[in-house]
């Protein structure tokens, strides 16, 4: 069954207002034009070629709102940020969720990013999940920052585990915390004026 509560409309901290909806699946065009978009720099932190029809049809084709469940912020087929959690169910894994996320240059840093994790959080808590992981590059600093504010930890560091998309080695960093760690936390930035919901669909 897909997530209840879509689409919503979010005010961002520059005044903007951007909808939060379900992934749909002729998506795939537009998350191809996004994630093209995107500058180099931001890309090679990437975990697979996000630039390829083929990831994109993949991808589609996997978002099953199930074990992965993907969100989309934007505006008409203008896509502006795109997030998703990944989930088992079964084994010593089944409580826990991991959350991937990639945002437009233009859009970071305005509470688009915290007002996506809140909506996968909010997923994630009424799926029964009760801890929460990230992972990421060691050199992905405004990331690990970011991550660190809402609550998340560093749990792992992997030396030399993975490849960017330019092939060259990187330390993998594995962040986590409870779910309702990372709730206290978020409430706690409330003075940090965070992207308002404006109305739901």
């Known amino acids: 069954m897909k997530p209840q509560g879509f689409p919503k409309k979010v005010r961002l901290k520059d005044g903007s207002i951007v909808t939060l909806r379900l992934q749909e699946g002729n998506d795939a065009g537009a998350l191809l034009a996004f994630y093209r978009s995107l500058p180099e720099e931001d890309r090679i932190f990437l975990d697979d070629d996000c630039t390829a029809r083929t990831w994109a049809d993949r991808f589609i084709q996997r978002s099953d709102f199930d074990r992965i469940i993907p969100i989309v912020a934007g505006e008409g087929e203008e896509v502006f940020g795109h997030a998703w959690l990944i989930r088992d169910h079964y084994g010593w894994m089944a409580h826990v969720g991991e959350l991937r996320m990639a945002i437009a240059r233009a859009h970071q840093r305005q509470g688009l990013g915290s007002a996506m994790i809140r909506e996968l959080l909010r997923i994630a808590t009424d799926l029964g999940l009760e801890k929460m992981t990230v992972r990421m590059m060691d050199n992905q600093y405004g990331a690990i920052r970011a991550f660190e504010k809402i609550g998340f930890r560093k749990e792992a560091i992997f030396h030399g585990l993975v490849k960017d998309v330019l092939g060259r080695h990187r330390n993998l960093v594995i962040m986590a ?18 992207p308002r919901e404006e109305f739901g669909g």
């Open 177 to 194: 915390d409870d779910i309702s760690q990372i709730w206290g936390q978020m409430e706690n930035l409330v003075a940090d004026t965070p």
